[in-house]
């Protein structure tokens, strides 16, 4: 799904990756084209074509691009309609990147179907009420998303809530420690997201996972992306049992010229794609051609030989794609 602004250029040099690294690791990839966002409102009627929406949900994976002002119609409608519960987005300090801190390595894992963004409105001329869904069903499996994500990391889950103003917020954080209990040696904690959201900026190294409701974890997410230097660099899954849908956590950044576009958040999407697709499909090259992809990426930052303006450098698009395809052939060939 290209998608708008700099999407277009952004996936396609990933794509290019991906090609590049399916040849190298056997991996047969088959990209089908999905059109979607404003400029498939314009060209067909639709910002979601039936069309592209059909290849979505016949395919195993989708990698998309930011959209723009249609992303109402087409990130929200795909999470409810596939019911991609699982919002997982990673955040990691790179070497050569300036931040403050150097050893942040969290995953934000963020229920994506209710909530108060489930989008159950009224308005009228002197009111505006949103009702806030927390359900048994959906807050046992992404509690239950986020203890299995702990086992291969660090061991430990941090619940985020309101529980203190609303008990919609309360129910989620019991549900959430129910779940947690048949977890041994896993450590749980569970805070109030402005303590979160403040822990985040002083001391973000005591988080390893964090476990959501929807709105808080969008908002920390950004947060988040601070902390690693750059949006710029953040990749985000949305996923369910059977559907997968990638993309970076930026938008489509239409003020920025496509030619200087940084791929690096939209490369490492398609790595967490991959090292989805390893689960899925059980097949260890897809992990491994994953982690391929991301140490690319980490070389070219450490490195800084082909940075984007947005990273403090002169690079354009290609520059990035030419200098990713010399360190794989180089370590591969």
């Not at 040849?23 to 088959?30: A, I, M, P, V």
């Not at 203190?164 to 209990?181: C, H, P, Q």
């Not at 082909?306 to 450098?313: I, R």
Request: aromatic share 8%; hydrophobic share 40%; net charge negative.
């Amino acid at each position: 799904m290209p998608g708008d602004g700099i999407g277009p250029k952004i996936v396609d040099a990933t794509l290019r990756i991906l090609e590049e690294i399916s040849d190298l690791y056997n991996l047969h990839l088959e990209f089908i084209d999905a059109p979607a966002g404003d400029n498939a409102l314009k060209e067909f009627g639709e910002a979601l074509p039936k069309s592209s929406l059909e290849k979505i949900i016949n395919s195993d994976a989708c990698l998309k691009g930011p959209v723009g002002e249609t992303a109402k119609d087409v990130i929200v409608y795909l999470r409810q309609h596939l019911d991609l519960y699982a919002n997982i987005r990673p955040f990691k300090t790179f070497k050569g990147i300036q931040s403050f801190w150097k050893n942040v390595d969290i995953v934000i894992v963020r229920e994506n179907t209710e909530d108060l963004y489930r989008g159950v409105e009224d308005l009228g001329p002197d009111h505006a009420v949103a009702l806030l869904v927390i359900t048994r069903k959906r807050t046992e499996r992404i509690a239950k998303t986020a203890f299995d994500l702990a086992l291969r990391r660090r061991n430990k889950v941090t619940i985020v809530h309101k529980g203190n103003v609303l008990r919609s917020y309360l129910y989620f954080r019991d549900i959430a420690l129910e779940v947690g209990r048949k977890y041994d040696g896993v450590q749980v904690e569970d805070m109030y997201v402005d303590n979160a959201a403040y822990q985040l900026i002083v001391n973000p190294e005591r988080f390893d996972i964090l476990l959501t409701p929807n709105m808080f974890g969008d908002i920390l997410s950004d947060e988040a992306a601070g902390l690693v230097g750059s949006i710029g660099l953040t990749c985000s899954a949305n996923v369910s049992e059977k559907y997968g849908l990638f993309e970076p956590v930026h938008g489509s950044a239409p003020d920025i010229n496509p030619e200087y576009a940084n791929p690096l958040g939209q490369i490492l999407t398609g790595s967490m794609m991959l090292e989805w697709l390893s689960y899925k499909k059980e097949r260890r090259e897809f992990i491994e051609a994953s982690r391929e992809i991301r140490e690319a990426v980490e070389r070219i930052l450490e490195y800084g030989d082909a940075l984007t303006p947005d990273l403090g450098g002169k690079a354009k698009t290609e520059d990035v794609v030419q200098k990713l395809i010399g360190y794989i052939r180089k370590k591969l060939i």
